[in-house]
Structures are given as structure tokens and as C-alpha cells.
């Protein structure tokens, strides 16, 4: 099974996001904050008076990550099998960036923080350092 990065990437389509994602993190909401604290914070916040901001940066970070790792890489097939094994495996990036900001979810939110981690373990793997 492969879970691919998002259906317009893999289609060739139109960016929805109008490039959002191929800036600078620091663009991003809570850009200054390392994608690893982002991801252990996603759980413990979502909950919290203002987790909002939490989650929409998981969100947006999750979209950034991805995107850029479908730039970096040539192994898409690889990548796509190894995501599929992931919790919510069958669910794309952006698909999943979408799920745990809406339903708050603490599945889905640990599903959140597990993308980001691997999004960042395949990114150093390239050699890239993300923030």
C-alpha cells in the first residue's frame, strides 16, 4: 500500500495553497518554534485555552514538511510505502493536517505528531535540516 503526499502533488494540479509551502519555515505560524517541539506539544495543547494556535501550526507544519520533502526526494514510491505503515497511514499529509486541526481527535492528534516526526526523520535522511 502507498499513501501518497497529497492528491494535486501526485495528480500534477494546480497548487491550491498558492505556494505557501515553498517558502522559509519561518514564514509559518510559530516558524521559530523547532518542527520536534511542535510535534510534542500537539497532544498536551490541542486542548488548552488557545490550543488553536497549537494546532494551526502542527497544520501548517505538517503541509511545509511535506511538500518539502516531495521537492527534496526522488524515492516518492519509497517514502509513500514507509508513510502508509504510519498511525492513520492511509490518510495523505495534507489530508491529515486537515483531520487532527478539525476534529481535535486524540487519535488523530497522535497521528499529527507522528507524521511530523517521520516527515522529519525522511527530511534529515536526505541530509536536509529542517528547523
Do not use: C
Not at 510559530?30 to 488557545?50: H, R
Not at 507544519?61 to 514507509?82: A, C, E, F, M, P
Not at 486537515?98 to 488523530?108: G, P
Request: aromatic share 10%; no cysteine; net charge negative.
Amino acid at each position: 500500500m502507498e499513501t501518497v503526499f497529497a492528491e494535486w502533488l501526485e495528480k500534477g494540479l494546480a497548487d491550491p495553497f498558492e505556494g505557501r509551502y515553498n517558502g522559509v519555515v519561518d514564514d509559518l505560524p510559530f516558524g521559530n518554534v523547532p518542527s520536534t517541539a511542535l510535534s510534542l506539544m500537539l497532544v498536551p495543547m490541542a486542548s488548552k485555552l488557545g490550543g488553536i494556535m497549537y494546532l494551526t501550526a502542527a497544520k501548517e507544519r505538517v503541509r511545509w514538511l511535506s511538500k518539502r520533502l516531495y521537492d527534496l526526494s526522488t524515492d516518492h514510491k519509497g517514502i509513500n510505502q514507509r508513510r502508509s505503515e504510519l498511525p492513520k497511514g492511509d490518510v495523505n499529509d495534507y489530508e491529515l493536517a486537515n483531520q487532527f486541526f478539525m476534529t481535535e481527535d486524540k487519535e488523530d492528534l497522535l497521528a499529527g505528531m507522528a507524521r511530523i516526526d517521520f516527515l522529519l526523520d525522511e527530511l534529515k535522511a536526505l541530509g536536509d535540516k529542517p528547523f
